[in-house]
């Protein structure tokens, strides 16, 4: 039988629902050649290792997460308020794709089983996410505030995504995107209000 032909993209998308299932520990390189439907050998001729692959779906999933949802918080043309709502919205689209959870909070889990390169490349995304909503918050409050909102914003957004994956409860999402916009409303009134 001759093995089927995918797209690098397809084999990433499999993969990181591998990934997301098992964990990068248990996570064999022929159990990602399984979930591509592929034999060991074939799928050795997309990637080479495990490492390798991550690094490619994690870049990935970095460009995505700049290019298309953090870049949402720019789009001047929509309300202040409702440019978060609607990075909130695709933000739960793209960790409810497939197995639900945020791959780069579950491999941050395993950071001591990873390699620096991909420790470096976690690191990197989780930076990428604070900035994002830095320079969005700074819009309507004091740098130190804006700061320190970033920071919690991401730490509860990893948490509310694993509480939703191990309840099965949108309640935590919610409930993150409740408080923030909450006192992102209390920013903008003092803000027009000076």
């Not at 959870?101 to 991909?118: A, K, N, T």
């Not at 804006?146 to 694993?162: F, H, R, T, W």
Request: glycine residues 4%.
């Amino acid at each position: 039988m001759r093995p089927q032909k995918l797209s690098k993209e397809q084999i990433q998308l499999h993969c990181m629902q591998t990934f997301k299932t098992h964990g990068y520990a248990g996570t064999s390189m022929d159990l990602l050649a399984k979930s591509c439907g592929l034999s060991k050998a074939a799928f050795y001729y997309y990637y080479p290792n495990k490492e390798a692959l991550v690094l490619d779906i994690l870049q990935v999933s970095q460009q995505y997460l700049n290019h298309k949802l953090f870049s949402i918080l720019c789009d001047t043309h929509l309300e202040y308020c409702v440019r978060f709502e609607h990075l909130h919205q695709q933000a739960v689209r793209f960790f409810s794709a497939g197995v639900q959870g945020c791959l780069v909070g579950m491999l941050s889990l395993e950071v001591p089983h990873l390699s620096e390169q991909i420790h470096l490349k976690i690191q990197s995304i989780f930076q990428d996410w604070e900035l994002a909503l830095l320079h969005y918050f700074q819009q309507v409050m004091p740098i130190a505030q804006a700061e320190a909102l970033a920071k919690i914003s991401v730490a509860d957004y990893e948490g509310a995504i694993l509480m939703t994956r191990l309840k099965q409860d949108d309640f935590y999402l919610t409930h993150v995107a409740e408080r923030i916009l909450k006192q992102l409303s209390m920013a903008v009134m003092e803000t027009v209000e000076a």
